[in-house]
């Protein structure tokens, strides 16, 4: 791989790394929507699942102490069943169906809290386990599951750290569940290792700056911060199945 082509896949990692520091989400969101401009999307699912992978592993040691894990456990479970569908529609299927319909479903939830002045009500278990399904999926296939765990965790009341600590749960279990996957199909290669060794401390720095950015940002602020974000992803996304339709 080109030099040049590196350094632009370290400043893209750098960038989301940043992102995913300050929300708790984003890394695959940002990483896949530059990545696959460089090197085609194939290639990228891999190369960005073991950086996700890295990061998140990090800012979750980082912020292990906030986890409460039978409150996380309906979207961890839901997760676990849906990370073998999603590497399954990678290999297999057009995602520009599911790209949109998602895209759609976050767009109206966007919608939905703005109406009520960001407010929304309280999702249950049940709810969790069916938006951790869709994580799986999403993060097996684009290791972008982050919109759908997100809406779960942003209808909960609990503080910033809670609700990153408990996204990067879902995301580390994803990464380790669609490596061995993808280690098993052949996924993963040499040349691909190489370059997350390479870009990997990038991924790093940016994750560091932004927790400590995120550490400064009080809780509703930080609750308006993730609509936001979950806007744009949601605009995204539809962009993305339409154009591929």
């Known amino acids: 791989m080109e030099p040049l082509v590196v350094a632009c896949i370290a400043g893209a990692v750098f960038l989301a790394g940043f992102v995913q520091g300050v929300l708790g989400f984003g890394f695959g969101l940002v990483a896949m929507g530059l990545i696959p401009l460089l090197i085609g999307v194939k290639a990228a699912v891999p190369l960005v699942a073991v950086f996700a992978g890295s990061v998140n592993l990090v800012l979750l040691l ?3 102490g906030n986890l409460d894990a039978r409150a996380a456990a309906p979207l961890l479970g839901g997760a676990v069943l849906g990370i073998p569908i999603g590497v399954w529609l990678l290999r297999s299927l057009d995602p520009s169906v599911l790209m949109l319909a998602l895209g759609l479903i976050v767009a109206g939830y966007v919608a939905n809290a703005v109406r009520q002045g960001g407010q929304v009500h309280e999702l249950g278990a049940r709810w969790g386990a069916v938006l951790g399904l869709a994580a799986g999926v999403l993060g ?44 098993f199909s052949g996924m993963l290669t040499r040349e691909g290792l190489t370059v997350n060794a390479m870009a990997l401390p990038a991924a790093g720095l940016g994750s560091f700056l932004g927790a400590r950015t995120g550490d ?25 199945g339409i154009r591929g339709l």
């Not at 400064?216 to 993305?240: E, H, S």
């Open 140 to 183: 097996g296939a684009f290791s972008t599951g982050g919109p759908p765990a997100v809406v779960w965790v942003s209808s909960k009341p609990w503080e910033p750290a809670q609700l990153r600590v408990t996204l990067l749960s879902v995301f580390v279990l994803t990464s380790a569940v669609q490596l061995s996957l993808f280690a």
């Open 62 to 64: 980082r912020f292990r």
């Open 216 to 240: 400064r940002v009080n809780p509703d602020q930080f609750k308006r911060m993730m609509l936001g974000a979950l806007g744009v992803v949601a605009l995204t996304f539809v962009a993305r």
